[in-house]
């Protein structure tokens, strides 16, 4: 490698500073070993447990151990064909299917085998970016606002595609909903407005998906339906089927994006090689369903729903504005309206509000910043998943799905998740 080459690789390393998400998840453990109780609402992960069946075949095939082949499994990739067509009502071909460890690694190596532009709406999750920037690849940033639902919209997208010189050039515009950090989702007609733009101006959507499943009404939409040909589907089984550690995730390419599937499948080749194969195996069972895994679906998305709305309602009476919760396990406050309160108190933007937040009332959260929102905005996600999810699951099981969960199971199950938002409520509210 020549001295140039090696010092812009280090230029791109430096400063870049681990994910948010895990650097706080230290940071409260450092506090709990110096003896202070703090609650984590930053991380994202899902309480519940793996379900029965996955974990079986786990068990089941844990003896497996060949090297398996670099686009994964067949009997996996035929499944999440199989799930996509049934779900999302798409024709997805096991052929199209490519295999990672965990979604992220399939994000980075996207950004690694396409050579043009990345376009990402904030706020955004927390690793689009810096994957950008480790590898050098331009970045454009398309702001949306708390007005806007922190929605992407058609007519911003037409916006950045007709003022660049070159209008058709070589575009990833990434979507992810339900969303990382602000809990939406998109409604049809938006989803139809954004693909017609697509489709004028040739751009490919990277389509994250990966809380598909935790619409909280189970009523997520792809937008592979109204733009097949432009859309890659991310999803995996690291929300929906809790199973982060497990490291699985998948992509669903179009038949005329072959050309980079195959880019990506060399670049595969060349890096993790394959996914594990027990948990390949384990992700048959998890793709394929089963009346079981649906009914822990909508147990997980009946407690999320109840208490995501709960949260909310009790920032939004502490002076936070906040969108009402459509899916996954966060939400992303904004403490706009109460901006002069916190600023006499020294605090004058996201980063300083989480970090007297974490100091003073021992709450872990990320900033907006994190998110790619400017360093002024009072904005800041939660999520509320620190809970114990094995309890929770176990009591709504005993309560049948077509009821509400009675009062005082939110106090009882997720009473954690309760004193955490409390504590940020307190710490906003004005002071004599």
Request: glycine letters at 6%; one cysteine or more; aromatic letters at 10%.
């Amino acid at each position: 490698m020549n001295l140039q080459k090696h010092v812009s690789l280090n230029l791109n390393l430096r400063g870049l500073g681990e994910s948010p998400t895990l650097a706080m998840s230290e940071r409260c453990r450092v506090l709990r070993t110096e003896g202070k109780e703090v609650l984590n609402n930053s991380i994202g992960q899902s309480p519940f447990p793996v379900p029965n069946s996955v974990v079986k075949a786990l068990k089941m095939y844990a003896r497996e151990k060949t090297y398996l082949p670099v686009k994964g499994l067949p009997e996996l990739r035929n499944a999440v064909a199989d799930y996509h067509r049934q779900k999302d009502g798409i024709d997805a071909s096991a052929d199209n299917v490519l295999i990672g460890p965990g979604s992220k690694i399939l994000m980075y190596l996207l950004q690694m085998s396409f050579y043009g532009e990345i376009v990402v709406p904030t706020p955004c999750w927390v690793s689009y970016v810096p994957q950008a920037q480790l590898l050098g690849r331009q970045v454009k940033l398309i702001n949306t606002t708390y007005e806007d639902r922190w929605h992407l919209s058609a007519d911003s997208l037409t916006e950045l595609c007709e003022s660049e010189h070159d209008t058709y050039r070589p575009r990833i515009v990434i979507l992810n909903y339900p969303g990382n950090p602000d809990g939406g989702t998109y409604t049809v007609e938006e989803l139809k407005n954004i693909a017609k733009v697509a489709r004028k101006y040739e751009v490919i959507l990277l389509s994250d998906e990966i809380y598909g499943e935790l619409h909280h009404r189970g009523e997520h939409v792809s937008i592979a339906n109204y733009y097949s040909e432009g859309t890659i589907i991310s999803s995996g089984i690291s929300k929906w089927c809790a199973a982060g550690g497990w490291r699985l995730g998948t992509f669903t390419f179009p038949d005329n994006l072959d050309w980079l599937l195959a880019a990506m499948s060399d670049a595969a080749s060349q890096t993790y090689t394959s996914v594990s194969s027990p948990i390949q195996w384990a992700g048959v069972t998890a793709f394929k369903g089963s009346v079981d895994i649906e009914r822990y679906l909508w147990h997980a998305r009946r407690i999320f729903s109840k208490l995501s709305n709960q949260c909310a309602e009790m920032l939004r009476e502490a002076g936070a504005r906040v969108h009402d919760p459509e899916g996954a396990f966060y939400l992303f406050p904004d403490f706009t309206p109460i901006a002069d309160n916190l600023e006499k108190r020294g605090i004058n933007g996201s980063v300083e509000l989480c970090d007297r937040i974490l100091c003073e009332n021992h709450v872990a959260t990320i900033p907006g910043a994190a998110f790619s929102r400017p360093e002024n905005e009072f904005t800041l996600r939660m999520s509320y998943c620190n809970f114990d999810g094995s309890k929770a699951l176990a009591a709504s099981e005993a309560i049948p799905l077509h009821e509400d969960l009675p009062e005082g199971f939110l106090d009882h199950y997720c009473a954690k998740t309760l004193e955490s938002t409390k504590r940020i409520c307190d710490f906003v509210r004005p002071r004599d």
